[in-house]
């Protein structure tokens, strides 16, 4: 059992930054694919980036690419998401999720993830 809790959300201008953070519960994290996902107003929940286990594996949606990290410290059973140059289009809640089986590099397909967080509201004003 995997329990996740978000934090960092907020209101920023277009062009700033955000970090945020996942606090992972279990012993098993470390062997977890963790990663993002976002819902905006309105909209379906889609994929925004996954890292593997180990974190040398990432993998981002195409219009996050080269703006957004994803990183983790297994020992801290923490993963971030720094969120740069961000846009109105940014605007969602972000949640964060975790998968023992599910490889990160196939996350962009799949919406099925083991364990979710509540998330946390991004706001980008124009």
């Known amino acids: 059992q995997v329990q996740l809790v978000e934090s960092g959300g907020g209101l920023v201008q277009a062009g700033g930054s955000l970090r945020l953070s996942c606090a992972a519960s279990?012993?098993?994290?470390?062997?977890?694919?963790m990663g993002w996902f976002r819902q905006a107003p309105g909209k379906e929940r889609e994929f925004v980036a996954a890292?593997?286990?180990?974190?040398?594996?990432?993998y981002y949606e195409d219009s996050v690419k080269g703006r957004f990290t994803i990183s983790r410290d297994n020992a801290k059973n923490m993963v971030w998401l720094q969120m740069n140059s961000l846009k109105p289009e940014d605007t969602a809640v972000y949640y964060c999720?975790?998968?023992?089986?599910?490889?990160?590099?196939?996350?962009?397909?799949?919406?099925?993830?083991?364990?979710w967080g509540k998330g946390t509201l991004v706001t980008v004003s124009s």
């Open positions: 890292i593997s286990w180990t974190g040398v594996g990432t």
């Open positions: 279990g012993r098993t994290f470390s062997r977890h694919y």
């Open positions: 999720a975790a998968d023992r089986w599910e490889d990160a590099s196939t996350w962009s397909s799949s919406t099925s993830m083991d364990y």
